[in-house]
């Protein structure tokens, strides 16, 4: 399970997570809505491990290991996988290359070429994408909507515990989005964890979250299940900034 407990996060000498906590348990999808500027971006990369923030306090356990201390490559290895808002570009490795490594990192694997194309073969036909992207340099130059099905295409490649998928759907267009709500179920089981954060409830229509959450201000003030994303849509967040 994922237990995050009164994280309080700073940058720059500014407070952004406050007292944030959450449990995830396996077989769960909790889904994080919230105003921009809430957090929600800050959490995902502190969970990831970003060295820019600050955790001032609280704690974060992957299946009762404390990851604070650890390195990004080494919580991946714990089964924490994250997808960015903003993925990076990074010219000179392959879309192939970089599948490969983290592959053979993340499971301790030495693993041929071959091998490799034989895992993402049926992944990349099941997210529509074509054959060619695996040799473009990675995000290099891909399209929004490219750039948010290949992070699932690496996410079901990878098949880690626990994914975070930070606004994995702006910007698809309403048959990717489908593409992408069919990848996300697909790798879901009984013992996978995922955080979702979306401002659309849209999403929601492909990929039914057991919880959803609202963030503001830098910690969660409303949680309930999938019908609280929907009154969301209805009455904005006025009303949950108010009942703190
Ligand atoms: N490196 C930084 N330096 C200064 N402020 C930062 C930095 N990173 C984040 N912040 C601030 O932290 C706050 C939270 O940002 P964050 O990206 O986590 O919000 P968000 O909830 O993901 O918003 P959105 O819905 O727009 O994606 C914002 O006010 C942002 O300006
Ligand atoms: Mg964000």
């Known amino acids: 399970m994922l237990e995050i407990k009164e994280l309080t996060v700073t940058v720059e000498g500014k407070t952004i ?3 944030f906590s959450l449990i ?16 929600k971006s800050t959490l995902a990369k502190v969970l990831a491990g970003h060295p820019f923030y600050e955790v001032v306090k609280g704690s974060i356990k992957l299946n009762g290991i404390e990851i604070l201390e650890l390195d990004p490559e080494e919580r991946a290895k714990l089964g924490l996988f994250m997808s960015f808002q903003y993925p990076l570009e990074i010219r000179g490795i392959s879309n192939f290359e970089f599948l490969k490594h983290s ?3 993340i499971h301790n694997v030495k693993i041929c070429e ?12 099941k997210m529509k994408i074509k054959e060619s ?5 990675l995000n290099d130059g ?16 990878l098949n880690p515990k626990c994914a975070v998928l930070d606004e994995t759907d702006s910007g698809l267009d309403i048959d990717a989005l489908r593409i992408v709500g069919e990848g996300v179920n697909h790798f879901m089981s009984k013992d996978k964890m995922i955080i979702l954060i979306t401002h659309y409830q849209r999403l929601l229509n492909h990929i039914r979250p057991h919880f959803v959450h609202v963030m503001v201000d830098g910690r969660i003030v409303e949680s309930g299940g999938p019908e609280l994303a929907l009154q969301l849509e209805e009455r904005g967040y ?3 900034s108010k009942s703190e």
Do not use: T, W
Request: net charge negative; proline share 5%.
């Open 114 to 125: 071959e091998e490799m194309r034989e895992i993402i073969h049926p992944i990349l036909e």
């Open 238 to 240: 006025e009303a949950c």
């Open 103 to 105: 592959y053979s990192a």
């Open 133 to 137: 992207f695996l040799e473009r340099d």
């Open 17 to 19: 997570l406050k007292g």
């Open 24 to 39: 995830v348990l396996p077989g769960e999808i909790h889904a994080i809505m919230g105003p921009n500027g809430a957090g």
């Open 142 to 157: 891909f399209s929004g909507g490219e750039k948010k099905r290949n992070e699932i295409l690496q996410m079901l490649v």
